[in-house]
């Protein structure tokens, strides 16, 4: 089956320790986002890339970074996460055409920082 | 960025209830989305309607769409206890293929 898919599902990290969050899809689409979902509250969009084009939101941290080496796989670079980065972090993919807006999540890889 | 909000918070029911959740928003939009989520999971689409649909039904979801208004509400029939869950609307930005998000409504679907 087509799918988004994020590793690890968990991820526990130290303060200021460097960590890497993996995306790949099989759908073939040309647009990835990465969220940041804090509990109970909405995803918040960190960037996302059109097709190489990456685009990043203007309140995102410089603490946030990302790569998207080819259309399958995007990763999310924490470079010195923080006590506030614990996270649930979504990646999404959608595809331009009749239905652009609709995006299809992977289950999240949840962050811990100790 | 969020421009939706949805009420109420948390919804609580009875098994087999129906589930009625609203979203409002501040600008004009091209489409509307509802998507679900399970607990630490996620996030599924569930419908979108368009800003020329009054109403768009998918199995027991019920979406209206008021333009005028800004608003839009999701109905679940005959709720069950797999329908526990957060739900959250979500319309178009003007461009950049972005989303913007409501707060999200926690229903629990009481056995």
């Known amino acids: 089956d087509a799918m988004v898919i994020q590793n690890p599902r968990y991820q526990v990290t130290q303060f200021g320790k460097p960590v890497t969050l993996s995306c790949s899809q099989t759908?073939?689409?040309?647009?990835m986002y990465w969220y940041q979902q804090k509990s109970s509250q909405a995803p918040k969009l960190l960037f996302h890339?059109?097709?190489?084009?990456?685009?990043n939101e203007a309140d995102t941290p410089d603490n946030f970074q990302s790569r998207r080496p080819n259309t399958s796989f995007c990763f999310l670079d924490i470079r010195s996460p923080g006590l506030g980065d614990a996270a649930m972090y979504l990646c999404?993919?959608?595809?331009?055409?009749?239905?652009?807006?609709?995006?299809?999540f992977g289950p999240g890889t949840r962050l811990t920082v100790t | 960025s969020q421009q939706g909000e949805e009420d109420p918070q948390a919804l609580s029911i009875q098994e087999g209830e129906n589930a009625t959740m609203n979203c409002s928003y501040k600008?004009?939009?091209?489409?509307l989305q509802w998507y679900r989520q399970n607990s630490g999971r996620g996030l599924v689409h569930l419908i979108l309607i368009r800003s020329n649909e009054r109403e768009k039904h998918s199995g027991r979801l019920r979406v209206t769409l008021d333009t005028s208004k800004k608003s839009s509400s999701l109905l679940i029939t005959a709720s069950r206890a797999a329908d526990t869950a957060s739900y959250f609307c979500?319309?178009?930005?003007?461009?950049?293929?972005?989303?913007?998000w409501g707060a999200g409504t926690k229903l629990i679907i009481k056995p």
């Open positions: 890339y059109y097709d190489k084009d990456f685009n």
């Open positions: 759908l073939n689409h040309n647009v």
């Open positions: 979500a319309t178009d930005a003007d461009s950049n293929y972005q989303l913007i």
């Open positions: 600008t004009s939009i091209n489409n």
């Open positions: 999404a993919t959608s595809r331009e055409g009749l239905s652009f807006y609709e995006q299809y």
